[in-house]
């Protein structure tokens, strides 16, 4: 990466649903329920969940909820961060990703920062290798788990702009692939289990974890750190053609 100097004096830009919108320095823009930019009326998001201000230099992005984690992450996803409530973070990257989800609903802002200080590597940089599986980083997936995070991810996938995309149930991303609700659920296990052992926060089990947060937070790190694409979207439509021939 490189550094150069940041200014708040540029143009901080927040897309949502394909309409941008442009905080004023010295101002703070608010970003849920009931704010600046209302993104639901759902009422499992927060009023005021976002908060975006300049503070010196720079462009800051505050979690200002109370309970709604918020996952962050550049376009190649080599850097990705999860603001917990009351966390910030400095917006240096000329263009960022931010989802958080609400109840059934996974939520995607674009931010654009025209006075960003970083630069980050080649967005390309991702790699296949020839037996099937799929490497980004220290993490490969099998063929059935890229199959299963396509599924989670299909509506956001396909929905080809930043917005909203409601979280398929378990069952109906198992009915997609043709596959049993219990294989789907200890594929699913499989999957979050290696994630956590590589350090992927908020998918491991446990009181309190409610099997919806869970496949949410999946569904984000799949999405931000291009586990998945679109262009995977192919794969999809084959497994479920092949399931729907062998039941015939």
Known sequence: MTHARATAEGTLGIEFCGEWHHPTPGTT????????????TNQYLHRRLLAFDADGDLWWMSNIGQS????????????????????????VFPEVTVMFSAGAYTYELGVRNHAASFTGRD???????GDGTTTIGAVTLTPS???????LCEPI??????????????AAAAARLGWPLTTFNRKLDNVCDK????????????VGKLATNRRARLVEHAILSRLVTPQDLDLLEVAAAASEKSVR
């Open 145 to 151: 788990q890229r199959l299963l995070l396509i599924a």
């Open 123 to 129: 967005p390309q940089a991702t790699s296949d290798v």
């Open 157 to 170: 996938l396909r929905g080809g702009m930043v917005g909203a995309s409601q979280l398929p149930s378990s």
């Open 29 to 40: 823009f608010s970003v849920g329920r009931d704010a600046d930019l209302t993104v639901d």
């Open 68 to 91: 709604i984690s918020v996952s962050i992450a550049t376009p190649d996803g080599a850097y990705q961060a999860v603001l917990g409530a009351g966390a910030r973070v400095p917006l």
């Open 195 to 206: 994630l956590d052992r590589e350090g992927v926060q908020g998918l491991r089990g446990g």
